[in-house]
């Protein structure tokens, strides 16, 4: 599976949007980029997935750059419940987390 | 999404002991689990993959003996925690895999098992 590089923290204010980056430069082609958040002592919770084309569901926004080696999961509206640590994965088969970034977003 | 539960939420035992933890998928059939550690201030760190009906796949470190992993159902897969010691201690996950038509499978993860070794 590819390896991801993430920001380690980001800060966000409450009501804005949150702009989460991820670098996976060494991405194959059948590997999917997944987007999972794990709130502190819960487990982790999906948010979203894609191949090429951007996603959007009912909780974020998936962008991924054209040539798919990075990508970028937007929180429209950022709350305080969105605080979490947010793990952009590339996977093949199976999920490998690495460090995340720690978004904390302020009142 | 999928809901997977886990059970216990958390548990307290003496060393030397053995302590199951059951991970079920509730509203979907599940072949595939998969089961992580996480220590404090750590990511999560995968220890196996659970297949319904045959043996499971431990990553490499990961003691096939001591952490026994049975996955007897579509529904349910247990960890088995065998002779705990305190550096077993840990916030144990698991996660079951949910085909999606026309792309890749997603993970559902359960809300984890936290183990304290005394």
């Known amino acids: 599976d590819a390896k991801t590089t993430q920001p380690p923290s980001m800060d966000c204010a409450e009501g804005r949007a949150a702009n989460l980056p991820c670098n996976h430069s060494?991405?194959?082609?059948?590997?999917?980029v997944y987007w999972y958040r794990q709130i502190h002592s819960q487990g982790p919770q999906y948010i979203i997935h894609?191949?090429?084309n951007n996603e959007t569901n009912e909780m974020a926004s998936l962008i991924i750059t054209e040539d798919r080696k990075s990508s970028t999961l937007i929180l429209p509206h950022a709350t305080l419940r969105d605080t979490a640590v947010y793990y952009c994965?590339?996977?093949?088969?199976?999920?490998?987390f690495g460090e995340g970034t720690q978004l904390t977003v302020n009142p | 999404g999928a809901v997977v539960s886990q059970h216990p939420s958390r548990v307290i035992c003496k060393s030397g002991t053995s302590v199951k933890i059951e991970c079920r998928s509730l509203?979907?059939?599940?072949?595939?689990m998969f089961w992580y550690r996480q220590f404090p201030k750590q990511s999560l760190m995968l220890m196996a993959t659970?297949?319904?009906?045959?043996?499971?796949?431990?990553e490499q470190g990961v003691e096939k003996d001591k952490f026994l992993i049975n996955h007897a159902s579509l529904t349910l897969s247990t960890l088995t925690v065998t002779s705990a010691h305190p550096e077993d201690s840990s916030f144990y996950i698991c996660?079951?895999?949910?085909?999606?038509?026309?792309?890749?499978?997603?993970?559902?993860f359960g809300p984890g098992t936290r183990l304290t070794v005394l």
């Open positions: 894609g191949l090429k």
């Open positions: 994965i590339v996977s093949g088969s199976r999920l490998t």
């Open positions: 509203d979907f059939q599940a072949t595939t």
């Open positions: 659970s297949n319904e009906g045959s043996k499971a796949t431990y």
């Open positions: 060494t991405i194959s082609g059948n590997e999917y």
């Open positions: 996660s079951a895999r949910v085909p999606n038509a026309g792309g890749r499978d997603t993970q559902y």
